[in-house]
């Protein structure tokens, strides 16, 4: 339990130098980046829910996002809630859609499931784009307010930035204890195999929709949270082409682990800023690096971490399993 | 009431669908041979409209050799791609690594394009010039009905050579399984670059096909959308299927304008998901069911 | 006896090919029933039937007293129904104790707010480890699926599903690629899990020594249909199952 | 367990690299910081190198698949600059570009538009992004107090409180009562209007709609939206034909632009065309070849330019760059005249102080139009109607707002 105790503190102190540090030591611009990459981070955990825990590929983040983003978006401005009152509307709306859509399309099974939420995708592209009344249209909406509690307005992209990264701890830390709850386990065994999945008694259809669900409220918020950060929104922001960028973004730092969500997050998005003087090579670069990434670690810079970290404390002993099936069994011991 | 009118948009919508169907096909018989859904289809369809503007425009050469020459570029493009997307993944543990990696390949592709041609659209001549007036102001482009032409005649080769020919059905079989490959004594390898070699020079001559009809530019890499949805709408891994899926895609597409324009995508797609909640499988699909 | 499952008139067809027909099938608690018949006799089919995985086209299927014809399969396995595979299905991605654990989430049945916040249940350990030691292996919970030899996996699919309390389980060829030692335990498994828990077992097995020796009870199934049903002694002289295992001519 | 500990160390520290690596810029001390600008090019030779410059950002397309715009951007706000310069300078001191790439996405545009605010003093920033990604940006330029110049012409941005915001050109409101008007002329009666169906068309279609409503006898045959992905406008063309429409009104961007000149060529349709600005553009031109030809548009910008700048400018870009200019070109290379305008008015570099005089701008010859303010923050004045003739665009008249 010391072990425990440790780990968590030294994790809790490591974040919360990340959240004094970033804004105080980091430029406008650059807070501006970090902001922009955790409003994504915030939609692909959904990802790492329904791809990493769940196997399923869906590429319905961004619509969901959108729908989020919209429905916060005319809370505030035509109704002049809060942001809390927006941010919780924007998740039930994402969540009630989710449901029913879930529903719909989850009957369909793999590479069906798949394509007809890039299908999703682009039907709604089109509806946020000619729903003037609802949308804005094409010009959008602008003027959003800003994020605020109480008589608190997040006035600099620093104070943006305390909202977001505590929304996106919560969410981070939602998904990844969702990993050891019995959802978490149904879903792996929909993922691995639903076969044997329905003889354990895990419900595959319920538990897909759950998992979409969860995915598109965490969509949803993300959403939100998109509309508080830029105070605009527009339908051009929700296209195939961004769902595509986000399951990489997910892919690349590791899909079944929030931490490596983060890690692609943040890369993906900083890699195009970063290396400004490669303009012309960046996406060449970044297309070649998702290929061999795929071949030479498929479980994303997060899992290469824990296979470095697993062989370094294999060869070190520092390993405590517990043994099963001899005399001193379910005793915790160092091997 | 107005029959030039639909005459027009049906020869619109089924040239179109024949390219969407030349889309399909390609990633059908790499679905049935390999099980990947290969999002770099229409980049390769792009990269055929690119290598043919090159071969005809800037090294001029007569139609007949340009089609020669552009056939053994796509000859090559299969393989490599082949190498370099599917082979090093196909025991992958994860079945999502494929998918990632010929989405990283659609960028590369795009990219490659790009530095070669640069980033503004590039113009292929018709290569059948005119218009055929049938009456006042019914008239239709030459260079749909040879689409309508050649689209037939590939689709009638694939479907005679991977559907109605032995050696064809048995080759997508090899490709699946290696115990199928020996008994027809040819390695997966080969039987699987095949199949990724006519799925490519499949899509480059559709490539083709439709550069005069729109500028060679990297935005013709969406028509793969289309195609797939014409594959899913006549079930995953069925070519005939495929290709009436595509048709009635494309003829969907082309008298969805006559109601709206600014829904015509959603029309196609709202479409495909109606016909899988009716159909999960799509209509020629068969419920592949797992051995247990 | 309370009749633990019942099959009465079953169908199935899988487009011309006959799967099931008409068949009728008993299981007592604490019995091991056995269910064989030629290649292609629809003996893992019928398994398939009676667990959910698919549906039947006509008849009725009766567990613990309720007609679970039309139950899905996870209902049916929440109901006590357990079940292994030919070739051993474990959540391939994850580590044993995951795998264990989910047969002890179909056992305890917490909720997923009190599953959310509680720690890991470890109260499984000692009934696993029993179990283990039962089998004679042993492995370290932490380890990767992979890391067990195939034997040892058939072995954890008869404890995962033993874990999970059930009422009656249906095993397939547990013994087919086993060496004699493996087979010996898995034997004293079922034994166990029959004889001294009172667990139905339905059991499909190619190895005819095994059969004889641990079954109360026989089906023998010869394309699609029951052709005999009785004790060991019975089934093994009876005409119609000789018939079909040496394929003799009708005629001759 | 360590390896969490370890696994967030790690993570900790790619990030760490990664913040560095983009947040060099960040540097609050800024008076001194000598910038040598022979360092640039040999244009800055003239200015003594010890002045501090008057840095000016440029946010534009230079990658991904629109960066024929950003060429173009990049080209004519760079020759400003080295006549600039070479004049010696605005207040003595030389103009320096900062060019921030924004990407493809509306993410990336705003981080470019945010890094060009950002930088080390920035007085003024000129974009020509879409009105979309421009509006994404106006509440931090607002927040920054930085005047934000765009080459957009989407009026819905005019009516929104924007104070920092400035447009070039002459906003679509006024552009199409001008494009209905020549359509009269035309001969146009009933015209079917094809437009993209994004902020830029939907507002643009809407007041030539508008416009044609207040014409006596005019109607509009048809109004069809198109999404800006789309290719194939042969249903939509076939459609007009067989409608009783008289003409096309098109508005698209650069590259449906040409696909719509291509495909009408293609179908013989011989009904008066009437394009908006982007019809007249270089790039569409290019593309388009020969079908461009018979093509009217009402053009911000046509190298047949009537005006002296105008002219002086197309052959100092022809000398430069051996092409002709394009409107991105042009707007850009004005941009930084009127700054060096505001800038000189005001006496400073300071971002307030130039927005103050912005405001103030009279009749201020620049290569595309005459500016001046006129109460809503736009300050084109004029708009030319084009004829596309042998791949170039005639001049046919000049309309004044």
């Known amino acids: 339990m010391k072990r425990r105790i440790i780990k968590i503190l030294v994790v809790v102190a490591i974040l919360a130098l990340a959240a004094v540090l970033v804004p105080t030591i980091s430029s406008h611009y650059v807070i501006t980046v970090v902001n922009g990459a955790l409003v994504f981070y915030v939609g692909c955990l959904g990802i790492c829910v329904m791809l990493g825990y769940g196997g399923m590929v869906s590429f319905a983040t961004i619509t969901f996002m959108g729908l989020g983003a919209y429905m916060s978006a005319n809370l505030s401005l035509k109704a002049g809630m809060p942001f809390l009152v927006c941010v919780l509307g924007s998740m039930i709306f994402a969540g009630l859609c989710a449901l029913i859509i879930g529903a719909i399309l989850l009957r369909l099974s793999g590479t069906f499931f798949t394509f007809s939420t890039v299908a999703l995708v682009l039907i709604a592209h089109d509806l946020f784009t000619n729903l003037r009344s609802l949308t804005g249209g094409p010009d959008g909406m602008g003027g959003i307010p800003p994020f605020n509690i109480g008589s608190f307005v997040a006035d600099t992209a620093a104070d943006n930035f305390y909202f977001l990264f505590v929304a996106g701890l919560l969410a981070a830390l939602f998904v990844h204890r969702l990993k050891y709850t019995n959802l978490g386990r149904r879903l792996a065994a929909v993922r691995d195999n639903e076969i044997a999945a329905a003889t354990m008694g895990v419900d595959v259809y319920r538990t897909k929709v759950v998992a979409f669900i969860i995915a598109g409220v965490l969509s949803g918020l993300s959403g939100s949270l998109m509309v508080h950060n830029y105070h605009f929104v527009g339908s051009s922001s929700f296209v195939f082409d961004q769902s595509t960028t986000m399951v990489i973004m997910a892919m690349l730092g590791g899909v079944s682990h929030p931490g490596g969500v983060f890690l692609g997050t943040m890369i993906i998005t900083m890699l195009p800023e970063w290396l400004k003087p490669l303009q012309e090579y960046i996406r060449l670069f970044y297309g070649l690096g998702v290929m061999l990434l795929m071949v030479f670690m498929p479980t994303g810079l997060w899992g290469l971490g824990e296979q470095l970290s697993a062989r370094f404390k294999e060869r070190f002993h520092l390993t405590r399993k517990t043994l099963i099936g001899s005399d001193d069994a379910s005793s915790e011991e160092m091997i | ?292 | 006896m309370e009749k633990l499952l019942a099959l009465s008139k079953v169908n199935k067809r899988f487009g011309g090919v006959v799967a099931a027909k008409d068949v009728d099938m008993e299981v007592y608690p604490g019995e091991i029933h056995g269910l064989i018949g030629p290649n292609g006799a629809g003996k893992t089919t019928m398994l398939n039937l009676i667990s959910g995985i698919t549906p039947v086209d006509s008849g009725t299927i009766t567990f613990l007293g309720r007609n679970i014809t039309k139950m899905k399969a996870h209902n049916r396995a929440r109901m006590g129904l357990g079940r292994t595979f030919q070739t051993p299905r474990f959540l391939d991605r994850s580590d044993i104790e995951e795998n264990i654990l989910l047969a002890n989430d179909l056992n305890e049945r917490i909720s997923f707010f009190k599953s959310f916040v509680s720690p890991k249940s470890k109260n499984f350990i000692p009934h696993l480890d029993e179990l283990t030691r039962v089998a004679d292996f042993s492995f370290y919970l932490e380890d990767d699926i992979s890391s067990l030899t195939y034997g040892q996996r058939k072995m954890l699919e008869i404890i995962r599903s033993m874990i999970t309390n059930p009422k009656l389980i249906l095993v397939d060829e547990p013994a087919a690629g086993l060496n004699n030692v493996e087979r010996d335990r898995v034997m004293t498994l079922l034994r166990l899990a029959a004889h001294e828990r009172g667990i139905g077992i339905v059991l499909i097995e190619h190895s005819m020594d095994m059969i004889m020796d641990c079954c109360q009870n026989i089906t023998v199934l010869n394309f699609g249909e029951v052709i005999a049903c009785g004790s060991p002694q019975e089934v093994s002289n009876n005409e119609a199952v000789i018939e079909a295992y040496l394929g003799r001519r009708k005629d001759a | 367990m360590k390896r969490r500990i370890l696994s967030v160390l790690v993570m900790v520290i790619v990030l760490v690299m990664l913040l560095v690596a983009c947040g060099d810029k960040k540097d609050p001390v800024t008076t001194e910081k000598p910038d040598t600008p022979s360092t640039d090019s040999s244009s800055g030779g003239e200015v003594k190198p010890s002045v501090e410059p008057i840095r000016v950002g440029v946010v534009t397309t230079l990658s991904g698949s629109n960066s024929g715009h950003g060429e173009y951007a990049k080209e004519g706000a760079e020759l400003a600059k080295k006549q600039i310069n070479e004049a010696g300078g605005i207040l003595g001191r030389p103009l320096e570009i900062i060019y921030e790439d924004n990407g493809e996405t509306e993410q990336s545009y705003v981080n470019a538009a945010v890094k060009a605010l950002s930088s080390d003093d920035v007085c003024a920033v000129y974009s020509n992004g879409y009105s979309s990604q421009i509006e994404l940006v106006l509440p931090q330029a607002q927040k920054y107090g930085i005047p934000y110049i765009g080459g957009n012409s989407s009026h819905a941005l005019l009516e929104k409180d924007y104070t920092y915001y400035w447009m070039l050109r002459l906003s679509d409101r006024y552009v199409s009562p001008a494009m209905v008007n020549a359509c009269v002329e035309l001969g146009m009666k009933n015209p079917a209007i094809l437009h993209v169906t994004d902020s830029y068309g939907v507002g643009m279609a809407d007041y030539v709609e508008q416009a044609i409503g207040e014409i006596e006898g005019m109607t509009v045959a048809a109004r069809i939206g198109v999404g800006d992905n789309e290719q194939q406008f042969s249903p939509y063309l076939t459609q007009i034909m067989n409608s009783d429409a008289d003409g096309i009104i098109a508005i698209q961007h650069q590259d449906q632009a040409a696909l719509v000149m291509m495909q009408v060529d293609a179908m013989a349709i011989d009904l008066p065309l009437m394009g908006c600005s982007q019809y007249a553009s270089a790039l569409a031109i290019d593309t388009a070849g020969e079908t461009a030809n018979g093509w009217y548009s009402l053009a911000d910008w046509t190298v047949q330019t009537n005006t002296e700048t105008g002219k002086a400018f197309v052959d100092a870009y022809r000398a430069a760059y051996n092409r002709d200019p394009d409107m991105q070109s042009v707007t850009a290379y004005d941009s930084m005249y009127l700054l060096k305008d505001a800038i000189e008015r005001a006496g400073s570099d300071d971002p307030d102080a130039i927005n103050k005089v912005l405001g103030e701008t009279k009749d201020l010859p620049g290569a595309m139009t005459t500016y001046t303010f006129q109460g809503d923050n736009s300050l084109g004045t004029t708009i030319f109607l084009v004829q596309t003739e042998n791949l170039q665009g005639t001049l046919k008249g000049l309309v004044t707002r």
């Open chain 2, 1 to 292: 009431m107005n029959i030039g009118l639909y005459l027009q948009l049906l020869v619109i919508g089924l040239s179109m669908g024949m390219i969407y169907a030349i889309l399909a096909m390609g990633i059908v018989l790499l679905v049935r041979a390999v099980g990947v859904l290969n999002f770099a289809q229409g980049e390769l369809f792009m990269l055929g409209a690119y290598v043919c503007y090159a071969l005809t425009v800037q090294l001029h050469m007569p139609i007949y050799v340009m089609l020669i020459v552009a056939l053994l570029i796509f000859v090559l493009f299969g393989t490599l791609f082949m190498f370099a997307v599917y082979w090093p993944l196909r025991n992958s543990k994860w079945p999502a690594t494929i998918i990632i990696s010929t989405l990283g390949a659609s960028v590369v592709l795009k990219e490659v394009v790009k530095l070669i041609w640069g980033s503004v659209p590039v113009v292929q001549p018709p290569i059948i010039k005119g218009v055929l007036v049938l009456w006042g102001n019914v008239r239709i482009e030459y260079q749909y009905l040879f689409i309508i032409g050649i689209g037939s005649l590939l689709i009638t080769a694939v479907f005679l050579l991977f559907d109605k020919l032995f050696l064809g059905r048995a080759m997508q079989a090899a490709a699946q399984d290696s115990y199928a490959a020996q008994l027809l004594g040819i390695p997966t390898i080969v039987t699987t670059a095949l199949t990724y070699i006519i799925s490519a020079s499949l899509v480059g001559v559709g490539g083709w096909l439709v550069s005069p009809l729109f500028l060679v530019s990297t935005s013709l890499g969406s028509f793969l959308l289309k195609g797939f949805a014409g594959m899913v709408i006549g079930g995953l891994g069925d070519v005939k299927g495929a290709v009436i899926g595509s048709l009635l895609v494309g003829v969907i597409e082309s008298f969805a304008t006559l109601f709206t324009a600014t829904y015509k995508d959603a029309v196609v797609f709202s479409v495909l998901i109606i016909v899988l909640i009716v159909r999960p499988t799509g209509f020629f699909g068969q419920k592949i069911s797992e051995k247990v």
